[in-house]
């Protein structure tokens, strides 16, 4: 029996202020997204640079949309001030909703999330970007396990409707309500999951860079494969969007796949003491767009 998503926003408290952990590829859209529908965001990273890149990327977007006449520029700078960039929890104290996207490692996303959850106050709803960790492995970490779940988005934020909202086994229908009612406000499509490595999309996904990254392996030309992928109807590539996600996103994201299903991902991971194409991609700093050179070179 399915449960409809909207079920679970009645038991929900309102989302008023959100923060972000990360202001990366995804912490930066997740902000910018937050930010142009009106909700505002804090967006924390360890590193100035961060920072600086994540707004960086919102400007541009929001310069866009002054461009196609979609804003004015006196509204732009008005949805620019829902972004707060910091380097601290000093504000934590009256947020509503966290996002944590800090990088796809099991061991720091634990000890972050046990961080922010003495920063916050009792009744604020974690939730984790994670594309693969299980959330009950990442619950372990926490004192109030009720409070959290996964909300996991897809690059490029602004543009993929999607939304996992991927519940735990200790996640109260509150948490779920209100993460599916921020979704929404965000201008997303909800869709409420069980927990498992790699939830619903990227079990999928994961197996198709395994089978890319073998046909390579077998000498396979990556550019004439995005090309055939892109005729059989799918919006870009395998390759193409290995270098969106970061190919480092991928190795590691593919290792918590490998360790979850060990008898069905292997091609992510290569074969025996035989690396995978995409493990030697991201050994040899090739991590996409990221870095300006993945399977393809970018300026
Ligand atoms: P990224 O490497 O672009 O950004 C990660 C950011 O986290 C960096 O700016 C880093 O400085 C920051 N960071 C590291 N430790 C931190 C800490 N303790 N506190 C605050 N910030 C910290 O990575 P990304 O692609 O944005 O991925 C982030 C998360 O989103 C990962 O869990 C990833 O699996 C998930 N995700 C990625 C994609 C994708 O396509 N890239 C899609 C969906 C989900």
């Known amino acids: 029996v399915k449960k409809k998503a909207g079920k679970y926003e009645k038991q929900a408290q309102p989302v008023k202020q959100t923060a972000v952990l990360g202001a990366g590829i995804m912490g930066g859209g997740i902000a910018y997204q937050s930010a142009s529908k009106g909700t505002p965001i804090l967006m924390k990273d360890i590193k100035d640079e961060a920072l600086e890149l994540g707004l960086k990327e919102s400007r541009k977007l929001f310069a866009k949309q002054v461009e196609?006449?979609?804003?004015?520029?006196?509204?732009?700078?008005?949805k620019l001030t829902n972004i707060r960039p910091t380097l601290s929890y000093g504000d934590f104290g009256n947020v509503d909703l966290v996002v944590e996207a800090v990088v796809e490692n099991p061991k720091v996303k634990g000890a972050v999330l046990a961080e922010v959850e003495e920063s916050v106050g009792e009744g604020t709803i974690l939730t984790s970007n994670t594309s693969t960790i299980s959330i009950n492995r990442l619950a372990q970490n926490l004192k109030r396990p009720e409070n959290f779940c996964g909300m996991h988005f897809f690059n490029p934020v602004h543009r993929m409707p999607l939304v996992e909202v991927i519940r735990g086994a200790k996640t109260s229908d509150a948490a779920v309500g209100a993460t599916v009612a921020y979704a929404r406000a965000m201008?997303?499509?909800?869709?409420?999951?069980?927990?498992?490595?790699?939830?619903?999309?990227?079990?999928?996904?994961?197996?198709?860079?395994?089978?890319?990254?073998?046909l390579v392996e077998q000498g396979a030309d990556f550019q004439r494969v995005d090309k055939v992928m892109e005729k059989f109807g799918w919006p870009m590539g395998p390759a193409y969007l290995l270098d969106v996600v970061g190919l480092d996103t991928a190795v590691h994201a593919g290792e918590v796949m490998a360790e979850g299903f060990p008898d069905r991902m292997g091609s992510m991971s290569g074969e025996g003491d035989k690396k995978s194409a995409i493990q030697l991609m991201y050994e040899n700093d090739r991590l996409g767009q990221k870095n300006d050179k993945g399977f393809y070179a970018y300026e």
Do not use: H, W
Not at 68 to 78: D, F, I, S, W, Y
Not at 196 to 209: D, E, H, K, M, T
């Open 68 to 78: 196609r006449k979609k804003l004015t520029t006196e509204q732009m700078a008005e």
């Open 187 to 214: 201008g997303k499509t909800p869709i409420v999951v069980n927990d498992c490595p790699g939830f619903l999309v990227n079990r999928i996904l994961f197996p198709y860079f395994g089978g890319f990254s073998f």
